[in-house]
């Protein structure tokens, strides 16, 4: 085994430790070695209260802030563990150390006049701790001289987990490196761990809003034979024992409507969702969301929520920190959010009246439209993604603060609700909304007419036979649940990372994922 010491040594010339660990065989490094030297240790973390005395958090060493400049308290014999991210050797009997745990720092003192082994433990002690070890400290609290809050070692210093690299002493801003190593990058970037713990505040925080609300949270499958409730390609798989095709989930609507007939009038699920598509800036192949469905509920309703929950979200995570997009734009998520009529605006973007939209020939008009305004779409053309272009052109980038799109046409809108417009226009009762130019949320009433659906489900299987891979597959069974009664529902969905990526200003999704998709590497020789 590799001595600690000895690898210490390797590491501090040139830092090529761990490239030497790679290319030569455990024989070799220990034929080069001292076999006297002590070897590594990875002890079991047990605490004896005589010798120990009480095990603390950081946060809980703060309660001695309140004694005065270089007082001790002799009686409080406590144990601290972290990891050393620092080490200064004032002189061969004083060395300082700082600890971190779980984001907290620490000054420790070892000093040879209050050590109770002997001068060679104290030396061999402090020579064993390094810079990235996880160790172990025993004394009591206490202030410096200077008023610093400090744990001075008594009883006990000791490795119990070493770091076998040198960890980078300046920020890490390599990507490349960062997000394969991830957890180096937290080690070494204060503000990575930040994004993660924001994170959790800010799921918390929806997980509260609607609990308080009365919403049930629920789970449901990941695996299924069909992936429905959205626009998107799957990944697929195999299930052995049941020989047969399976696909992972990309949206969990289908599911948590058929709870709403069940019974259960105010649900919702935060989990994950997969799309087998591109990954960029915005984009990862697995993300978070959240959706609820609350029975008897409404699109203003839904408008009225949404408001509520950002804006309170946001003051709770951010309070009067500005909240800044990546190109620089601030945002205010103060009520009222202003509102865009898709159908409204598209007519005017084009010059026409989009009255056409349910007719035979409504593609071909609207490509005539398109091409006229220069706007072609790579891939099928159907009539849905054709829109979908427009509405990225002509409205998108005037949705930098907070902004609801609604009365979008039926061909975006498979399982919303029709509803006529103030033009007298069929329409979907459904909005998104915006912020920064990209979408946060999703919501609308959720059509509940068995025979219907059954239709529009045949228009997505008509624009997937034409090359739309994107489009679902028809879920017959979800018909089949509608003809028990869906009451009137509103339904809402808002993709948890992106606005993580907002709410901590990341430039990339990958930001705020813990362990975000990377290509795999090619194997190295050894």
Known sequence: MLTHSVYRLLASSKRLAPVFYQRCSKHTLIQQVNQSQRQLKYPRFALSPERHGKWVTVKELEQYNHIDKGKKVEGALLTLTGRIISKRESSSKLVFYDIVQNGEVMQVVASR????????????????????????????????????????????????????????????????????????????????????RTRAKIIKFIRSFL????????????????????????????????????????????????????????????????????????HNPEFTTCEFYQAYGNLESLMNDTETMLSELSQNICGDTPIKTKNGDIIDFKKPFKRIDVMDRLSKGLNSPLSFLDKEDALSQLEELSHQHNIRISGPATLGRLLDKLISVFIEPECIQPTFLYNHPLALSPLAKETINENGLNVTARFELFVGGKELVNAYEELNDPVEQRRRFELQTNDRNKGDIESPVADTDFCDALEYGLPPTAGWGMGIDRVVQLLVNGSHIREVLTFPVMRTLPPVDK
């Open 113 to 196: 006049a209050r050590y109770s082994g002997t001068a060679d433990q104290f030396q061999e002690d402090n020579r064993d701790l390094c810079r990235g070890d996880v160790v172990s400290f025993t004394g009591i609290p206490g202030k410096t001289n200077h008023g610093q809050l400090s744990l001075f070692v008594t009883t006990e210093m000791r490795v119990l987990s070493p770091c076998l690299h040198e960890i980078p002493t300046a920020g890490l801003k390599d990507p490349e490196k960062r997000f394969r190593q991830r957890y180096l990058d937290l080690l070494v970037n204060p503000e990575s761990a930040q994004i993660l």
């Open 211 to 282: 609990d308080e609300r009365g919403f049930l949270e629920v789970e449901t499958p990941i695996l299924s034979g069909k992936a429905g409730g959205a626009n998107a390609r799957p990944f697929s798989t195999h299930a052995h024992a049941l020989d047969m095709d399976m696909q992972l989930r990309i949206a969990p609507e289908l599911y948590l409507k058929q709870l709403v007939i069940g019974g259960l009038d105010r649900v919702y699920e935060i989990g994950k969702q997969f799309r087998n598509e591109g990954i960029d800036a915005d």
